[in-house]
């Protein structure tokens, strides 16, 4: 009598598990989108193994560092989960340094050599040599600025930076994925005036964020559509914004400038299921009720892109199968080598470059 009864309780609360899987409202509304056909890894694009001779440091002692700073010691800094930003020594040492009290993204040094941090909770931060922390920003046009992801400075001291999504925190960006909807936002912070501005709104996932060269002007990538869009910033096209790189064979994460070229990072490669999924809304809505720890692994895989300023995709970087690096989200090229940081990873890295035919 007893294991039946423990039976039937099972079997009642398996029906209702799935009653509430099936009429519990999802937490997205989401739309259909079809997006093109995944282009073959071929010609320029072609799998290879290069970024097997990364150099890795830190490997299991750093909890998701997305993105990387040098400064002109050659120590890295990198924020991690809990909110800490520490130095990464090429000896393999740890220094913890701050703790912003958020989750620092995005980072980068400026001209006085404050490291400016795109902190994903607090907004945009500035930290002196001390590691005295200040809040350039954390509001636009009356609102609290929700996901401060990557940034760029110009020579002016101007701070482009990305706001991912304006509706998801960052803890349910799974969330803005499965949407598709456009909550993205570029914005623009004035060290002179102090005042903060949108630049562009309507994007698929904000992310990185690259002024060029010459500063006429930017590229931000746009995970969620896998593109790269362009905004003028002077001459007759100020003001407007066009598609720069579209249908790639991943999700663009980072992107720097370097020597009149891009790095553009691919945090893994595009899923044909995922794809599919994205053309059937109430699909979505559906999977969006499952726990995370239920969603799919992204698929282990390093890729860095290298592209002119003027358009073509010059040389491609693979880790095939992620077996030293992968989940790359940001690549910053300094001095000769090009250093990483990782989605979730446990590393950061650093590649030596070398002089490669363009293909």
């Known amino acids: 009598m007893k294991k039946r009864t423990i039976t039937t309780v099972i079997l009642i609360i398996e029906i209702l598990s799935v009653c509430l899987f099936v009429f519990y409202p999802s937490p997205i509304e989401s739309v259909a989108w079809k997006p093109s056909r995944i282009p073959a890894l071929q010609g320029v694009l072609e799998r290879n193994s290069t970024l097997r001779e990364t150099e890795v440091f830190g490997v299991g002692d750093l909890d998701a560092p997305e993105d990387v700073a ?21 000896d393999g040492s740890i220094t913890p340094w701050v703790n912003t009290g958020g989750r620092p993204l995005g980072m980068m040094f400026n001209h006085s050599d404050n490291l400016v941090v795109c902190d994903g909770d607090r907004g945009l931060l500035s930290i002196n040599k001390a590691g005295e922390i200040s809040v350039l920003t954390d509001q636009v046009d009356g609102s609290r600025i929700n996901f401060a992801h990557n940034l760029d400075i110009a020579n002016d001291g101007t701070i482009y930076f990305t706001e ?35 630049v562009m709104e309507g994007l698929y996932f904000a ?10 002007f930017l590229l931000v990538t746009e995970t969620w559509r896998y593109r790269v869009m362009r905004y003028w910033l002077k001459g007759d096209k100020a003001g407007t914004s ?5 249908n790639l064979p991943g999700f663009p994460a980072g992107i720097s400038n370097q020597n009149n070229h891009f790095w553009l990072s691919m945090v893994t490669l595009r899923n044909p ?87």
């Open 70 to 90: 040098i400064d002109q010691n050659g120590m890295i800094y990198t924020g991690l989960e809990n909110g800490d930003i520490v130095k990464v020594g090429l």
């Open 164 to 198: 991912a999504s304006s509706k998801w925190e960052r803890d349910k960006y799974l969330h803005d994925l499965m949407e598709t909807k456009p909550h993205g936002r570029l914005l623009m912070y004035d060290p002179v005036s102090r005042m903060t501005s949108v």
């Open 207 to 216: 992310n990185g964020v690259a002024l060029s060269s010459d500063g006429r």
């Open 242 to 246: 066009a598609q720069y790189m579209g």
């Open 273 to 359: 299921v995922l794809d599919k999924t994205h053309e059937t809304p109430w699909l979505k809505d559906a999977l969006a009720k499952l726990p995370e720890f239920l969603t799919p692994e992204p698929i282990p895989y390093g890729l860095v892109l290298k592209v002119k300023e003027t358009g073509p995709i010059e040389l491609s970087l693979h880790d095939v199968g992620g077996e030293v690096i992968q989940g790359i989200s940001s690549a910053v090229e300094k001095e000769g080598y090009l250093y990483f940081g990782t989605f979730k990873g446990d590393r950061v890295g650093r590649y030596k470059l070398k002089e490669e035919p363009s293909l």
